[in-house]
């Protein structure tokens, strides 16, 4: 590998990673992207609009309109290419005569698609998580007007981007804050309050199932919501609530929270690691677990950041795995 490959995989791993922190990829539809869709089209003039999110392997679409797919394979996908360039509006006026594009199924396929205008969605800190975009069936361009709007919806979407991101966080803080821990175990009592440099050792545990939409559409909703009801007792028996442990439902997703008090930490994150994957395996679900130990004085707040991290490394060695199969 060359100096400048490892430089854009590593680039490339933290624009995943941040993504990972929106736990946005793989949630349930919302009116309000369904919503920005229709409003991309109408304003466009195109059958099809999409809010498009690059994962690892694949384009996820949060909300799209005129397709059948939930996703596409990623090196099929032309917004892969719109996120290379953050700052700028990817406009193709024939993807049939571009040969970037020109053998992707979209083109060649039943859809038949000819025009692409795709505006990334670009975080504060200049990471391109995915795009809003329209595409056609004629060739043609958009006028300036259309390309200025295209824009501001981009800006739109990433702003609700940023709140659902905030939303989920406080939420997770919350459940972290679940209980009071007995017996002297001690607690930050805010989000982004340290504990003290004596004090005794805890941990940040984040179980997360993986491809909820997915799941959602081949349960059902209220099926899902019971298997995931069902995991509870099994996460509790891997804890020591003598100590000040809990485990906790993070508020509106399919994700559990846990901390962990005292020693044996690793001994109880790995309990909870194998109790996901069975059952996992048992309600034909996959669920990943990310952790972190805090060090001396350290904010309950960066422990769960790095529980996050954690995570994202947990599902890039799954994604490797998929591409070794």
């Known amino acids: 590998m060359t100096a400048s490959t490892a430089s854009t995989s590593a680039q490339e791993r933290q624009r995943q990673h941040v993504l990972d922190r929106y736990h946005v ?13 229709q409003v991309a089209a109408a304003l466009c003039g195109t059958p099809i609009a999409v809010v498009s999110l690059i994962d690892r392997d694949r384009q996820w679409f949060k909300a799209r309109l005129g397709l059948e797919d939930h996703e596409t394979t990623r090196d099929t996908a032309v ?14 006026q024939d993807l049939s005569e571009d040969a970037r594009f ?3 199924p979209i083109v060649t396929g039943d859809l038949k698609a000819r025009f692409y205008a795709g505006m990334p969605l670009v975080t504060g800190d200049g990471e391109a998580l995915g795009t809003v975009c329209v595409v056609d069936t004629q060739p043609r361009r ?8 295209l824009r501001s919806l981009a800006r739109v979407t990433m702003a609700l981007l940023d709140a659902h991101r905030a939303q989920h966080e406080a939420h997770a803080m919350a459940a972290l804050q679940a209980d009071t821990p007995s017996q002297g175990a001690t607690k930050a009592s ?3 309050a340290a504990p003290a440099a004596t004090g005794p050792a805890y941990a940040v545990a984040i179980i997360e199932l993986q491809g909820m939409a997915d799941a959602a559409r081949r349960l059902g909703d209220r099926a899902l919501e019971r298997q995931l009801q069902g995991m509870a007792p099994e996460f509790d028996a891997c804890v020591k609530p003598e100590l000040g442990d809990h485990v906790s439902r993070v508020t509106d997703s399919a994700e559990y929270i846990a901390l962990l008090h005292g020693d044996g930490l690793e001994a ?16 034909g679900l996959s669920l990943l677990v990310g952790a972190a130990t805090a060090t001396p004085g350290e904010a309950m707040h960066l422990v769960y950041l790095r529980a996050e991290e954690n995570l994202s490394q947990q599902k890039d060695a ?7 199969a």
């Open 25 to 37: 990829v793989d949630s349930l539809p919302a009116t309000v992207y369904d919503d920005l869709v």
């Open 142 to 149: 958009l006028s300036g007007q259309q390309k200025a709007s």
């Open 102 to 104: 020109n053998q992707f």
């Open 190 to 192: 805010t989000a982004g």
């Open 318 to 324: 799954a994604a490797g795995e998929r591409a070794a």
């Open 268 to 283: 109880r994150v790995q309990a909870l690691r194998t109790a996901a994957q069975k059952s996992g395996q048992r309600e």
């Open 79 to 92: 917004c892969d290419h719109a996120i290379r360039q953050p700052d700028e509006l990817l406009e193709i």
